[in-house]
């Protein structure tokens, strides 16, 4: 079974432009996750949503939004690139909604922002 | 919010040995801890999850214990291989959010032959 996609894999972008990045979960499962990974820390948490609703949402600026698709995909949007948005994005993906859910990760979109 | 703290930073062991890693938790309403493997370069994988209902889990070399009232868990690793060389992640739910996994700094482990 194909697990967690995510693309592009790899983006450089400058300052002050807008990135989409973009997740498919693993088939059956209706809950996308999306965290941002800094290097040498731990994923932090920025949306969840489930059947195309935003259940959840971290300590993230109004930069950052996502939306959910009716085959369960989703895309993050980060607006006005910051130098300090260079970091993996992760992509999980549950069965359920729910952070106690067991949470599948993708290979993550490493984003630098020059 | 929650507060996710893990200890060590750096962990060496010898093939064959067992590693342990700690981590401990604020949230006392956190009911799920996961534990994720990350390699170079790629994203991170569960490689073990424990509920608040149960102390212990274990699959085959790993297993975790959990200590609800001392709001702590860990991962033991048995009979250690160089292809469990990664870094080690614990997470707990955040009761607050609901949705969230919160996450320690993380743990890299070397094996060495």
């Known amino acids: 079974d194909a697990g967690v996609t995510q693309s592009p894999t790899h983006l450089i972008k400058t300052r002050g432009q807008h990135v989409t990045l973009r997740c498919s979960p693993i088939?059956?499962?209706?809950?996308v996750s999306w965290y941002q990974q800094v290097l040498g820390q731990g994923p932090q948490f920025i949306f969840q949503y489930y059947e195309k609703e935003e259940r959840g949402r971290g300590n993230f600026p109004d930069r950052f939004s996502a939306r959910q698709f009716p085959n369960y995909s989703s895309e993050l949007n980060v607006n006005a690139l910051l130098l300090g948005d260079s970091a993996l994005y992760l992509c999980?993906?549950?069965?359920?909604?729910?952070?106690?859910?067991?949470?599948?990760f993708g290979p993550g979109t490493r984003l630098t922002v020059l | 919010g929650e507060n996710v703290e893990q200890h060590p930073s750096t962990l060496s062991v010898q093939e064959g040995d067992s590693a342990v890693i700690k981590c401990t938790y604020s949230?006392?309403?956190?009911?799920?801890f996961p534990w994720y493997k990350q390699e170079l370069g790629k994203g991170p994988q569960l490689i073990i999850d424990i509920r608040s209902n149960v102390g212990e889990k274990k699959d085959q070399r790993i297993a975790v214990t959990l200590n609800k009232t001392a709001k702590h868990f860990s991962l033991h690793i048995t009979e250690t291989q160089p292809e469990d060389s990664a870094v080690y992640f614990c997470?707990?739910?955040?009761?607050?959010?609901?949705?969230?996994?919160?996450f320690g700094k993380g743990t890299s482990l070397l094996v060495t032959p």
């Open positions: 088939s059956g499962h209706k809950s």
């Open positions: 999980a993906s549950s069965p359920l909604a729910g952070g106690y859910n067991e949470q599948f």
């Open positions: 997470a707990a739910s955040d009761s607050n959010s609901g949705y969230a996994l919160n």
């Open positions: 949230d006392s309403a956190s009911n799920y």
